[in-house]
């Protein structure tokens, strides 16, 4: 597509249920990347994809967060048993290569709010 | 540990001044800075970027300037337009780390008529 895609766009949840967010990269972009903005604070990386090297998971804030991305198209963020303190807005990235010098395309995010 | 720091949340000027946002980084390993503009409800956007081995970039109305003796950089906008106002982010990568930018917490632009 034109842009990122993220699904959904907000997203409520109780607390202790799992959600799955979405990002649907540029075509041709392999490198992908999440980052989530809690209120108040700077964006924060989560995990990083690039083509099929074993992800970059140094960002992942707990083992209730886990990502998957199928080749160098679709990924998933998974966030299990959720808490008050995920919520944020999860940001999803695309790069034609890994490399931040290539500049980073950002999807709308979803914002997350857990009650 | 905040890497990247943007010490002013806000930041109010008027139509037509320049408008001086400013980063400090600690970690003398990131040789490579960026700033994104963010608009309320979208992703942040590229906006201009600078490597180590310069002092300063332009690109029309935006300037990025980076003293690395200082571990500071800034971003000048002349003159600020009304749909200048959005919050910018200073990012930075560096060696081991190319693949992960670390963001600042953003300064919000009001560009006031």
């Known amino acids: 597509g034109a842009g990122v895609s993220q699904s959904p766009s907000n997203k409520v949840t109780e607390k202790g249920k799992d959600v799955e967010l979405r990002c649907d990269p540029i075509s041709g972009h392999t490198a992908l990347y999440w980052y989530r903005q809690r209120l108040g604070q700077g964006l924060e990386f989560l995990i990083y994809?690039?083509?099929?090297?074993?992800?970059?998971k140094s960002g992942l804030p707990s083992d209730r967060f886990s990502a998957e991305r199928t080749g160098e198209s679709v990924s998933t963020l998974t966030i299990q048993r959720t808490q008050q303190e995920d919520s944020a807005v999860y940001l999803c990235a695309s790069s034609l290569a890994g490399g931040s010098n290539y500049g980073y395309t950002f999807g709308s995010g979803t914002r997350l709010t857990v009650v | 540990d905040q890497q990247v720091k943007q010490n002013s949340p806000s930041l109010s000027v008027q139509e037509g001044r320049i408008s001086i946002l400013n980063c400090d980084y600690t970690n003398s390993m990131f040789d490579y800075f960026l700033w994104y503009k963010k608009y309320p409800a979208e992703g942040p956007t590229f906006l201009i970027s600078i490597s180590s081995i310069k002092d300063k970039n332009e690109d029309g109305r935006f300037t990025v300037f980076l003293n690395k003796s200082a571990k500071h950089l800034s971003l000048h906008i002349v003159p600020s337009q009304p749909g200048d106002s959005a919050v910018y982010f200073c990012a930075a990568s560096g060696a081991g780390t190319a693949s992960k930018l670390t963001f600042g917490t953003g300064t919000r632009l009001q560009v006031t008529l």
């Open positions: 994809f690039q083509g099929n090297s074993a992800p970059d």
